[in-house]
């Protein structure tokens, strides 16, 4: 049985990524399961050994299961230093999966728990040891609701995991509240509702990403634009010519990098640098944007005569309303893209719009609106997969830099 799998990230109050939890599913299931006796084997043999590494990196791994893999311990082959098992069912002290997470907890397990289980199941857990953390879906209790859940759960000296934070709003009450962890849509949106003027510094970065991306740029376009940036061009010279890229010749010049290395590889790892200078957002959002770049790229190859370039400049540009704190229509309204790509951003129309609107599905577990042209799953999976590893490759061999 196929299956498909995302990861989600969750982050401290700072918004560092602290670890992302694996959603998956079974393809043909009307309703998503988190493992099930056949795809879930198949999601845990992909995540055992370096499969791991490479959707999550370095950071821990938050692995949903049902009481069929708790039972069947299909999570026995993954690393357990960097692992935790989240099981957010209710259950009572005295059946069979509490004596089994109890066990979990006493042997040193983490665990993540439902924070709207009875306190005499939290008592009985914590009789056993200390859970990982406590998750608590926000938008299920108005604000004095949470407030005192917040506060009655405190007790168990655990982290507190706030779960659905879908705006910047919900973060800010979150972490007056005091919140531990954060997971929730709030990353890719505006940090405002109100209209305001776009920063003319961030305005002019977008612009210059977006003329990075035209299909019809020339070599000595390009070199120009970049070298007018002295850091970045600083940046790209010392990549360039590291151990990493292995060139077989030292490169000289902006002009010489670029004939040298190509015109689609230096025009991704400017925009990965013009990425990095945004202080005030999250790093991971630019995480977001490079994945979603790369998959959209990677989904057009099934489209006679496609322009990757322009499906790859809407997967990056994807999250400049969220860059911007302003409205998709609004922030491209004057960059220089062509009108497939500004019907795409806006209304996720046209081939790059459903394969931008495929990509965003995926990446929220939407397994229901995951499709494109009839591709089948597992490619798209593969796709996904994919482009984690590529983002991760590339920002890490750049921002070392």
């Not at 999966?97 to 857990?125: C, F, T």
């Not at 926000?138 to 407030?147: I, N, Q």
């Not at 002009?255 to 925009?271: C, E, F, M, Y």
């Not at 009839?374 to 997969?385: L, T």
Request: with cysteine.
């Amino acid at each position: 049985m196929d299956y498909l799998l995302s990861r989600h990230p969750i982050f401290r109050s700072k918004v560092e990524v602290a670890g992302y939890e694996i959603r998956s599913r079974a393809v043909g299931e009307k309703a998503a399961t988190d493992v099930n006796p056949d795809a879930g084997r198949a999601a845990f043999e992909l995540l055992s050994g370096a499969g791991l590494e490479h959707i999550v990196g370095q950071h821990l791994c938050f692995l949903n299961l049902t009481p069929e893999a708790i039972r069947e311990e299909l999570w026995n082959q993954l690393p357990s230093d960097n692992v935790v098992l989240g099981f957010f069912d209710d259950f009572n002290p005295s059946d069979d999966i509490a004596a089994k997470l109890k066990d979990l907890i006493g042997g040193g397990v983490r665990v993540a728990l439902s924070g709207n289980l009875s306190s005499q199941s939290l008592e009985a857990m914590a009789m056993a040891g200390s859970a990982y953390a406590l998750k608590l879906d926000v938008t299920r209790m108005d604000p004095g609701e949470l407030e005192k859940r917040f506060s009655d759960l405190r007790q168990y000296k655990v982290p507190l995991l706030a779960d659905c934070v879908d705006t910047y709003d919900d973060l800010e009450f979150c972490r007056m509240l005091g919140f531990d962890l954060y997971q929730g849509r709030f990353i890719s949106r505006s940090a405002s509702t109100e209209e305001k003027d776009i920063p003319v510094n961030r305005l002019a970065m977008m612009r210059i990403m977006a003329k990075l991306h035209d299909p019809n740029l020339a070599i000595p376009d390009l070199a120009k634009l970049i070298s007018l940036d002295a850091a970045m061009s600083y940046k790209l010279l010392s990549y360039s010519n590291s151990a990493a890229v292995a060139l077989p010749r030292t490169v000289s010049s902006i002009d010489h990098a670029v004939r040298l290395i190509g015109l689609d590889r230096l025009r991704t790892w400017a925009s990965v640098l013009l990425l990095s200078t945004v202080e005030d957002k999250p790093r991971e959002l630019m995480t977001i944007a490079l994945v979603r770049a790369r998959m959209c790229e990677l989904l057009s190859s099934t489209v006679k005569n496609a322009e990757k370039d322009s499906y790859f400049s809407a997967g990056l540009l994807s999250v400049i309303d969220a860059l911007l704190d302003s409205p998709m229509e609004k922030a491209v309204a004057n960059l220089p893209l062509n009108e497939e790509v500004k019907t795409a951003l806006i209304s996720k129309s046209g081939p790059i719009g459903q394969a931008l609107r495929c990509t965003i599905a995926y990446e929220n577990a939407d397994w229901d609106e995951v499709q494109f042209y009839g591709m089948s799953p597992g490619p798209i999976r593969d796709a996904y997969v994919e482009s984690i590893g590529w983002a991760r490759n590339l920002t890490g061999g750049l921002l070392e830099k």
